[in-house]
């Protein structure tokens, strides 16, 4: 079955940085759109960035860009997201999202487990 496994997540000052990583397994990951997504506390689901299944396009909300970056290994079947200058407010539960047409923003067809994401100030 297809699997979604991120890692990556901890603890981290502000300002700090850290990568997480998502392995996809029992799917053809070089033809899924991928996309990170983070949920704290109360909030609802807030997308953070998508890489098309090349890696040659890539969209970012308004919260994290400049900060953060998506990017893709189709051999190692393996999505990202480095993290740079994180702020408190990053703090959250961070998703991996995969879509077969499209980008997981508008519908994603499998989703992994979540990590989480602790900026302390």
């Known amino acids: 079955q297809v699997q979604l496994v991120e890692s990556g997540g901890g603890l981290v000052q502000a300002g700090g940085s850290l990568r997480l990583s998502c392995a996809a397994s029992?799917?053809?990951?070089?033809?899924?759109?991928m996309a990170w997504f983070r949920q704290a506390p109360g909030n609802e689901r807030e997308f953070a960035a998508d890489?098309?299944?090349?890696?040659?396009?890539?969209y970012y909300g308004d919260s994290v860009k400049g900060r953060f970056t998506i990017s893709r290994d189709n051999a190692k079947n393996t999505v990202y997201l480095q993290m740079n200058s994180l702020k408190p407010e990053d703090t959250a539960v961070y998703f991996c999202?995969?879509?077969?047409?499209?980008?997981?923003?508008?519908?994603?067809?499998?989703w992994g487990q979540g990590t989480q994401v602790t900026v302390s100030s």
């Open positions: 890489i098309n299944w090349s890696g040659g396009s890539t």
């Open positions: 999202a995969a879509a077969l047409r499209g980008s997981p923003l508008t519908r994603a067809d499998y």
């Open positions: 029992g799917l053809t990951f070089s033809k899924y759109g």
